[in-house]
């Protein structure tokens, strides 16, 4: 897998995002929200795999490149807390979620470590009491090394936390005080260290073509990562987003650029050949992993709530909620769903979201496609399969049709083919 230039690429620019982001979603309209609602009044028969995902969007302070909705005032904990228990009762008490069982409980949406022990306690115990989570589900718990003292470490060991999902984004102190990273590196592996030896799986997550950032630089950020053993790295390309401090300092000339896209795919390549080297594996979006549970079929639903929680997918329905932390409490308080995003799948989309299992490096079993949808993917999508095959981006083998390793860079680039022309005969 060696791609030097432009010229030896499958295509002109790498992509960042795929298909169907909440981004692509539309405000509900009372018919959507109608069709949504009696859905939930239904008894779910499908035994797919779920995920509960409860967002704490909290954090010490914001990082500069960061564009999600996240909120650093502490007073704000108790009655956000209070509002989204009283989301999650929403779902809790439907028909459809009572006859659910969830085999993952993801809390997410910030730095949620930054809550005191005991409210994570609680929002944890609520979610076991009111959710049929299985008997063998893995807890997921997003942190920062900031405030991971042993006393949480514990607290979080204590309460079924299997592993922490932490983002470390660079060990290089001069590139992490450019991101306004509140620790040093020293510390922030201390930290990995300590929660790895109370037992806790360690998941973190990684930025490369920072500004100004060698590949000797990045390359040397993961080396720490497989020193400190960690389980897996979710390597992401910077995405600068206007408006952001990081963004700001760079247009006034006060750091430097990010680098071109022949940069950010050498150290893309440079990530896959030394993961590869030490046994980690791709999988999902951006992961290297050496857990056998990150390469199952993931998730087909995800029920979840709270202010900025994009993730959710119940039955043909994507949505998101109130970003605001203000505005998502008053509309808990008032009785009402938070949703502000809610888009339905077509039978053609859902057709299409299933084949995007290619990019998320999870082979698609043709069976399996032909079952659900009537048709072999050939038989639909010709014309795109032909195309990635040619160029050698995906294979088939024991009738699992995959991404090669000349494809994995391209990944969200393949996600968009099966969008690119909306109707098949």
Not at 46 to 55: F, G, H, I, Y
Not at 370 to 389: A, C, D, T, V
């Amino acid at each position: 897998m060696n791609y030097e230039s432009h010229n030896g690429w499958p295509y002109k620019h790498i992509e960042h995002w795929p298909p169907m982001t909440y981004r692509d979603r539309s405000p509900p309209t009372p018919e959507n929200l109608e069709t949504f609602f009696g859905i939930l009044k239904t008894e779910s028969k499908d035994n797919q795999v779920k995920e509960l995902q409860p967002w704490l969007p909290f954090c010490e302070g914001k990082c500069s490149f960061c564009y999600f909705t996240v909120n650093c005032e502490k007073q704000n904990v108790t009655p956000y807390i209070s509002a989204l228990k009283k989301a999650l009762s929403f779902y809790a008490e439907t028909e459809y979620v009572k006859t659910s069982v969830f085999e993952e409980l993801y809390i997410g949406g910030g730095s949620p470590s930054v809550i005191a022990n005991e409210k994570i306690e609680d929002i944890l115990d609520f979610c076991r009491k009111n959710f049929n989570l299985s008997s063998d589900h893995t807890t997921k718990f997003t942190a920062c090394t900031t405030n991971l003292s042993l006393e949480k470490i514990n607290a979080l060991s204590s309460n079924g936390v299997n592993q922490l999902d932490i983002g470390i984004q660079t060990f290089n102190d001069s590139l992490r005080e450019n991101l306004m990273i509140r620790d040093s590196s020293k510390d922030a592996k201390k930290k990995l260290q300590l929660s790895k030896k109370n037992g806790l799986k360690i998941s973190i997550d990684l930025l490369y073509n920072l500004p100004g950032q060698t590949i000797d630089q990045w390359i040397e950020d993961i080396k720490q990562a497989l020193e400190l053993e960690v389980e897996s790295v979710d390597c992401y390309p910077l995405d600068l987003y206007p408006g952001t401090p990081l963004a700001k300092k760079i247009a006034k000339g006060e750091l430097p650029p990010i680098g071109n896209e022949e940069i950010e795919m050498k150290m893309y390549l440079e990530a896959y050949r030394i993961f590869k080297e030490y046994g980690y594996k791709p999988t999902c979006h951006n992961r290297f992993s050496r857990l056998e549970e990150d390469f199952k079929k993931p998730s087909s639903e995800v029920v979840g709530t709270g202010a900025g929680f994009f993730m959710g997918h119940l039955d043909r329905y994507l949505y998101s909620d109130i970003e605001d932390l203000q505005k998502y409490t008053n509309a808990v308080k008032d009785g009402k769903f938070p949703i502000s995003r809610l888009t339905s799948l077509s039978a053609d989309e859902e057709m299409r979201k299933a084949m995007m299992l290619i990019y998320i490096r999870n082979p698609l079993n043709r069976d399996w496609f032909k079952k659900e949808y009537g048709r072999f993917p050939e038989e639909i999508f010709s014309k795109e399969l032909e195309k990635l095959q040619n160029k050698g981006l995906i294979e088939t083998i024991n009738g699992n049709i995959q991404l090669t390793e000349k494809g994995d860079p391209w990944r969200f680039n393949i996600a968009w083919e099966f969008f690119e022309n909306k109707q098949h005969e």
